[in-house]
């Protein structure tokens, strides 16, 4: 259930603040190992107004921006684990103008320009999170990324389905071609 705490403005209007939470996934069987290193590979959805807002990866040009049900992981896939929800603090922000600044943040965040490294839901999250309660999400959760950033010899080292993979592919058609060819039709 979403928290929404109202205030008093000096006009008399109220002013409601709506909870931002952080849903935090394990991806791989390797974070049982590799989250003792401190690294891992966790995918992060921003929850707000009873709905969860997160970044994949497809092989098309348009929004890789999903909205799901909070904390579903069979909406996500079988390799996604439910780990934690992180309360981040309150947006101002009503319903209709967040999801006017996710519309917006999908043409940053196109499908095909998912990488593990340099563009993944974490960054989404992190971005999504600023403006929403201008808060940063917990470091922890995109190290992997970080560090993959400063030590490319680490991006060789990774599975190429993780640096870009193709999640949405099934789900997801492209256009099929107009097959119409402009003739008029008519009884010929």
């Known amino acids: 259930m979403q928290q929404a705490m109202s205030s008093q403005l000096p006009n008399g209007d109220l002013k409601t603040a709506t909870e931002v939470k952080l849903n935090v996934y394990d991806m791989y069987w390797t974070n049982e190992y590799t989250s003792t290193l401190g690294l891992g590979v966790f995918h992060a959805g ?35 684990q439910f780990k934690e929800c992180i309360s981040l603090g309150t ?6 103008a967040v999801i006017k600044v996710v519309d917006c943040l999908g043409k940053k965040y196109p499908g095909d320009e998912y990488h593990l490294i340099r563009k993944n839901c974490n960054h989404f999250a992190q971005e999504l999170v600023q403006i929403l309660c201008r808060r940063d999400i917990p470091s922890w959760i995109n190290r992997l990324a970080t560090v993959g950033a400063r030590l490319p010899f680490m991006e060789k080292m990774l599975p190429k389905e993780w640096l870009t993979p193709l999640a949405l592919e099934t789900s997801i058609k492209e256009p099929e071609p107009n097959r119409d060819t402009g003739a008029a039709s008519g009884g010929s």
Request: net charge negative.
């Open 46 to 80: 921003v929850e707000v107004y009873g709905k969860e807002y997160a970044f994949g990866g497809h092989p098309f040009p348009f929004t890789g921006i999903f909205e799901i049900e909070p904390r579903d992981c069979d909406d996500l896939g079988e390799q996604f």
């Open 91 to 96: 947006t101002d922000l009503p319903e209709e």
